[in-house]
C-alpha cells in the first residue's frame, strides 16, 4: 500500500487543470451569490457567474455566465456574455453576445457574434486585430469597406464607373 504513489493518472478536475483558454492553472471565477467592488486586472481566465461593479480589464478570456451581472466596462482577449452586462466591452480577438444575454453597451473587436434572441443596446466597431493584414491586402483604409451584394438570379451586380485615382 503505498501513501504517495498514483497509479491512476491525475482527475480531470485537479488543480493543474487548464481554464478556457487552455493555459495551465485554470482561472479566477467569481460564484453565484458573491458579490465584488472594484478593478479586475490579471492574465488568466475569469469567469463570473455572480456579480461585479467595475472595471474588469484581463488579458485573457472573459466569460460572463447566465446568472452573472456586470458593471463596468470589461476588456480581454475574448469577451463572451451569456449574462446581463451595463458597460463596453473590448475583445482583442472577438467578443461573443449569446442569445440569454442582455448587454448596454458599446462593442469594439475584430470579430463580433450576436446570437439570435440576445438583448443589445448600443454600437459595434469592428477592426482588424493590431498587426492583422486584411483580406483584400496591405494598405487598405480600416474604416473604409466594400460591400458586394447579389442579385435574385445570383450575379454579382458590377457597379458604375466612377472617378478613379490614378
Known amino acids: 500500500m503505498a501513501l504517495f504513489r498514483r497509479d491512476s493518472p491525475a482527475p480531470a478536475h485537479s488543480v493543474a487543470s487548464t481554464g478556457p483558454s ?20 490579471g492574465a488568466v481566465d475569469l469567469v ?10 484581463v488579458s ?3 466569460r460572463i455566465g447566465r446568472e452573472g451581472s456586470v458593471t463596468g466596462p470589461i476588456s480581454a482577449r475574448v469577451v463572451s456574455v451569456a449574462g446581463r452586462v451595463a ?17 448596454e453597451g458599446d462593442i469594439a473587436a475584430p470579430r463580433v457574434t450576436i ?13 482588424p486585430a493590431p498587426g492583422s493584414k486584411s483580406a483584400s491586402g496591405a494598405g487598405e483604409n480600416p474604416q473604409s469597406s466594400t ?20
Open 22 to 41: 487552455g493555459e495551465p492553472g485554470g482561472g479566477t471565477r467569481i460564484a453565484p451569490g458573491a458579490r465584488f467592488e472594484g478593478k479586475i486586472t
Open 147 to 166: 460591400t458586394t451584394t447579389r442579385a435574385r438570379d445570383g450575379r454579382t451586380p458590377v457597379p458604375p464607373e466612377g472617378p478613379r485615382n490614378g
Open 60 to 62: 485573457a478570456v472573459v
Open 87 to 103: 458597460g463596453d466591452l473590448r475583445g482583442a480577438e472577438r467578443v461573443e453576445i449569446a442569445a440569454t444575454a442582455n448587454l
Open 115 to 127: 446570437a439570435e434572441g440576445a438583448f443589445f443596446k448600443g454600437r459595434v466597431e469592428m477592426k
Open 48 to 57: 463570473v457567474d455572480g456579480e461585479v461593479i467595475g472595471e474588469i480589464a
